[in-house]
């Protein structure tokens, strides 16, 4: 993978990033080696014990499960020695602006895919219920389920409702603003999609960032254009629906509380329902084998698949709740999914073959980033009966790169003595030059190797449970750092006693309707009526509020 990528002057990255036992970190770091010395370019981390283990000479990247959510904790990790830092997806422009600014570290961000609705690396929720710790990759995901509200006096405020569910992320038409801020690398969540999801959402941004890049106002790090056979879309990917979560200032309503599942495209307004059939406004065209979804009256994503279309008349089991004024969504697209899995598409890179006839033959192959190779022959070949049409086969032969990374967009052929050479030769000789010029960009690719490791003064004198420490080698790394541990990470003895098991910039009570900041300015104290707690029927939590910086909190509550 890493070889491959490097052909395009590509990055190739490996995740590491979870928290590791004592007894784990060994395999990590041999692991992170065997990366090393396989090319990889960067590694990805969460745990400060693998640098006082020994990783390989090779940048690290902080990823967004450290917690980066203040400038003082990113100059702290530049500082240390890292060399990228990504941002919680919770930052606004102006906030990812102000990191840029003030420090001289790489900026990544996330810009699509699924939201956690807690900061990343500050939820124990799915360890506290079950002991799958989502710092160890393991996340039951309990935020997708149903929930109770309740207030002080345990009443009902909402009623199964999926209010920690968020809608998914999508920037595409902030790209522009975020590379202005400072953002200089792009992340798309992907946990458990499938490949027609990498395929749809990855070629959309491709497609939106070259346009960008069209206008010379920013520059591409990797070589090569993308040739696409289809129209991304990703409202016909998996989604919750979408939202820009903070990135233009906090907004109420981020979480679909109708549930988790996919919603897909909207395709139009039912019209008739027909008991065993369903007329829908719409200009799109279904077919047997799609399917549709809406909400029922009781807030409920519903779910079908048609079997039969016949003119307007959609034919779909338990469409019952499907009532005339409803929005109906796509989300399975199967005309779509099979365009996605048919596709060619690929990435090639513009290439002039340069031929230059006399005593010898000069052939020549040079890339877009003036890598370029040479072969020169003895002009042992009779000379051309007809130059003009030998002229026309040698372009028509070399203009041929099939099977290759290249893409040749100039022929350029020079001198009187044109030869006669049969098109198996010049085949071949194609296939050298291009392989050559291949082997070129590899040898040319610029490995960049990680810098000195030092230890500055941690901006928290104590560490507590919050900061992670789960083997003694981070223990070790913060010593260094002048700081004491005063507490171990919960999942170091499955303790969260006291322990914040989810910290969020989701507030429950802003999305009600009920913030006293935002609202109705008051004491920032809780009304009766304000939701205080929440539930799934066997398990209570208490919610706290941090309104000074807009943060919500849930504990464990016996």
């Known amino acids: 993978l890493a070889k491959f990528g490097h052909k395009f002057n590509a990055k190739t990255y490996l995740a590491l990033n979870t928290l590791l036992y004592d007894n784990e970190v060994d395999d990590a770091i041999k692991i992170a080696h065997e990366a090393y010395n396989a090319g990889v370019d960067a590694i990805i981390i969460q745990d400060l014990g693998l640098i006082e283990a020994g990783l390989p000479p090779i940048p690290i990247h902080a990823s967004t499960q450290m917690h980066n959510d203040s400038l003082e904790k990113v100059k702290f990790l530049e500082n240390v020695g890292f060399s990228r830092v990504v941002l919680p997806r919770e930052f606004s422009l102006s906030e990812i602006e102000n990191i840029s600014q003030n420090s001289d570290i790489e900026i990544e961000f996330f810009v699509h895919g699924a939201l956690c609705v807690s900061y990343s690396g500050q939820c124990y929720l799915s360890a506290e219920r079950g002991r799958r710790s989502a710092n160890r990759g393991a996340c039951a995901q309990p935020c997708r389920l149903a929930w109770n509200v309740l207030d002080k006096s345990k009443q009902f405020l909402l009623e199964n409702s999926h209010i920690l569910s ?5 920037l595409d038409y902030e790209l522009k603003n975020l590379l202005k801020a400072g953002v200089m690398s792009l992340k798309i969540e992907g946990r458990l999609k499938n490949i027609s999801y990498v395929k749809n959402i990855v070629a959309h941004y491709r497609q939106v960032l070259d346009k960008l890049l069209d206008n010379r106002e ?37 979480a679909n509380t109708a549930g988790p599942k996919s919603m897909g495209k909207f395709l139009g307004k039912t019209i008739e329902n027909r008991d065993n059939y369903l007329i829908i406004n719409t200009k799109e065209k279904a077919i ?3 399917g549709i979804c809406w909400i029922d009256k009781s807030g409920n994503i519903i779910g079908s698949e048609i079997y039969k279309v016949e003119g307007n008349k959609i034919y779909a089991r338990r469409i019952e709740t499907c009532m005339p004024g409803t929005e109906v969504f796509r989300n399975k697209d199967l005309n779509f999914e099979n365009e996605l899995n048919r596709n060619k598409t690929e990435r090639l890179i513009d290439v002039e073959i340069g031929v230059k006839f006399g005593k010898q033959i ?3 192959a040079t ?3 003036k890598n370029r190779v040479e072969i020169i022959l003895e002009n042992s070949f009779d000379e051309a009966l007809n130059a003009e049409k030998a002229i026309s086969t040698i372009k028509e032969q070399f203009s041929k790169a099939g099977g290759t990374i290249f893409s040749i967009n100039n ?3 020079e001198g009187d003595e044109i030869a006669f050479i049969r098109i198996s030769e010049l085949n071949s000789i194609r296939r050298n ?14 490995r960049e190797y990680g810098g000195k490791i030092s230890y500055p003064q941690y901006i928290d004198k104590e560490i507590l449970h919050y900061h992670n420490v789960l083997n003694n080698y981070a223990k070790t790394f913060y010593e260094k750092c002048g700081s004491q541990v005063v507490e171990m990470a919960p999942e170091f003895e499955h303790n969260y006693e006291n322990v914040a098991l989810m910290t969020t910039h989701h507030c429950i009570k802003y999305s009600l309707g009920r913030c006293t900041i935002k609202y109705n300015p008051k004491p920032l104290i809780l009304a009766p009526s304000d939701p205080e707690f929440i539930s799934d029927g066997e398990n209570t939590y208490k919610l706290s509020y941090d309104c000074k910086n807009c943060r919500m909190k849930i504990f464990k509550y016996e």
């Open 411 to 413: 022929v350029k052929i």
């Open 367 to 369: 890339d877009e980033d």
């Open 218 to 254: 920013f520059g591409k790090a990797s070589s090569g254009k993308v040739y696409f056979d289809f129209t991304p879309d990703p409202e016909k990917s998996f989604n919750r629906q979408f939202t820009q979560l903070n990135i233009n200032g906090i907004i109420a309503d981020i």
């Open 288 to 290: 047997a084998g799609d």
């Open 166 to 170: 968020l809608k998914d992320f999508r």
């Open 362 to 364: 000069a052939l020549s």
């Open 433 to 446: 030059l291009l392989q050559q010029l291949e082997d070129k960009r590899l040898e040319n690719y610029k």
